[in-house]
């Protein structure tokens, strides 16, 4: 049995007049995240994280940000783009553990629902995403609520 993990890193600036979206899922919020796509940073986090540990480059490669086609794209419609290169690669997905940090909204109340949009995308259980919410106690720039980051690890199996 042949494993490997993978990590993906991702942020993006608030902006007024923008949804906010996180893991698939739209939160209400005065701000949202600026960016070529929908801007999901959890989502991107993710992809890279996947296509990491698949040494398949970075989600920038596959889907860049000067290619009109993903204009505005629902990141979702990426995450599934993402699995299917990995399943064509013979990997299987694992797990993956998500680190959204933000001082605002608060994100813990709409996990389980983020759970779900992940796991319906991949192909797997609930159980498989983890999801954790933290701040950064008011430094930097997520805690001047300038942006939002995320962090992903993933873990994949040769088939």
């Known amino acids: 049995m042949k494993i490997r993990v993978g990590m993906g ?14 893991c698939g899922v739209k ?3 005065s701000l949202g995240l600026l960016g070529h796509s929908d801007a999901d940073v959890a989502i991107h986090a993710l992809c890279d994280a996947i296509l990491g540990a698949a040494n398949m480059r970075d989600i920038g490669y ?3 940000d000067t290619d009109p086609r993903f204009k505005g794209i629902d990141s979702r419609k990426l995450l599934k783009e993402v699995m299917t290169l990995l399943r064509e690669k013979g990997y299987a997905f694992g797990n ?3 680190t959204i ?3 605002q ?3 813990n109340p709409h996990i389980p629902s ?4 992940l796991a319906a995308c991949i192909g797997c259980e609930i159980d498989d ?4 919410a933290t701040t950064t106690e008011k430094l930097g720039f997520t805690g001047r609520q300038e942006g939002i980051s995320a962090y992903a690890t993933v873990l994949i199996e040769k088939k």
Not at 9 to 22: A, S, T
Not at 114 to 117: D, L, R, T, Y
Not at 129 to 132: R, V
């Open 9 to 22: 890193f991702d942020v993006h600036r608030l902006v007024e007049g923008r949804d906010l979206w996180l």
């Open 27 to 29: 939160i209400p919020h």
């Open 62 to 64: 596959h889907f860049p």
């Open 96 to 98: 993956a553990d998500i």
């Open 101 to 103: 940090c933000a001082e």
């Open 105 to 107: 909204p608060k994100i």
């Open 114 to 117: 983020m759970q779900e949009e």
């Open 129 to 132: 995403i983890s999801i954790k």
